[in-house]
């Protein structure tokens, strides 16, 4: 899988990445989670955040320790950054040709979906997932759940 390093090497995604979100749904628990992988294959930790700067300067600091690292949003999904190519506005892409990535808004990042058969996902501790929707392998969000962006 991608890893958000590796994304981040593409300008137009470290740009929005760079920028806080402006977020449109409120609530009093902390909207930003940090899901941090720290081998390939291990486990994914996470950390709740208040505000955006602070967990971005987090992701910041210690980006080269993780083997991965995603900046959850808890309460909304959000679009996929706008690049233009040639002319033409399309949806951030690291590889346009690589179809077993996709966009996963809670993520905000490039990931994969798969099918969880034994029912569990590591991201949702003591809940029995349904087996025939395929997830998010970070944050466990089914693919069914988001929804298809425009481009404006």
């Known amino acids: 899988m991608l890893t958000l390093r590796e994304q981040l ?3 137009p995604f470290r740009q929005w990445m760079a920028k806080t979100p402006n977020m449109k749904v409120q609530g009093h628990k902390p909207p930003w989670r940090l899901f941090v992988q720290r081998w390939d294959g291990g486990n994914w930790a996470t950390a709740d955040f208040m505000d955006y700067e602070q967990a971005y300067r987090y992701v910041a ?3 080269k320790e993780f083997h991965d690292m995603a900046l ?3 309460r909304e999904a959000f ?3 706008i690049v233009r190519i040639a002319g033409v ?3 951030y892409s690291p590889s346009p040709a690589d179809y ?3 966009w996963c808004g809670y993520c905000r990042r490039m990931t994969q979906f798969r099918f969880y058969i034994s029912g569990k996902h ?3 501790k003591n809940v029995q997932v349904d087996p025939s929707l395929k997830r998010c392998v970070i944050c466990g969000v089914r693919h ?3 929804h298809p962006y425009k481009l404006k």
């Open 61 to 63: 600091k210690h980006l």
């Open 79 to 81: 679009k996929p950054p």
């Open 9 to 11: 090497q593409h300008k």
């Open 122 to 124: 590591p991201a949702m």
């Open 144 to 146: 069914i759940f988001l």
């Open 100 to 102: 077993s990535h996709e």
């Open 89 to 91: 506005r399309l949806a």
């Open 72 to 74: 959850n949003n808890r």
